[in-house]
């Protein structure tokens, strides 16, 4: 069913900011889902269509774009609060009808199920 769809998401990464894919942990911020986002969930994460690894979702904090703080963005993308809410909204820019000013995000934490030597490449 759709929960267990969500369960095995699978998440295309086009590049890899501040290299947090190659860490054994990694933040995303992504448009609030109870179920998509849930802790348990897992993730299988590619980079440019190679294979990275499995993730878990091992935290999920729900927030306005506005509670994005300077913590959130530089483990996120390296960047400053302003740089990162802009990036935000840019990738979701093709989904008409958000407000911004009641729209929630997610900040997820995940963590790989298993160390791959893939994993901790430079890209």
């Excluded at 998440?11 to 947090?20: E, L, Q, W």
């Excluded at 448009?31 to 690894?53: D, E, F, T």
Aim: aromatic content about 10%.
């Amino acid at each position: 069913g759709r929960y267990r769809e969500s369960m095995e998401e699978r998440i295309d990464f086009t590049k890899n900011p501040n290299g947090v894919l190659n860490c054994g942990c990694f933040p995303l911020i992504r448009l609030a889902s109870p179920l998509g986002n849930a802790v348990g969930s897992l993730k299988q994460i590619y980079l440019r269509g190679i294979y990275k690894g499995t993730a878990e979702v091992v935290s999920c904090d729900t927030l306005f774009l506005s509670e994005i703080r300077k913590a959130h963005a530089y483990l996120f993308m390296g960047e400053d609060t302003e740089i990162v809410r802009k990036a935000i909204k840019r990738r979701y820019a093709d989904r008409k009808g958000i407000n911004w000013e009641t729209q929630r995000v997610d900040f997820v934490v995940l963590r790989y199920l298993k160390e791959d030597n893939r994993l901790f490449k430079q890209d």
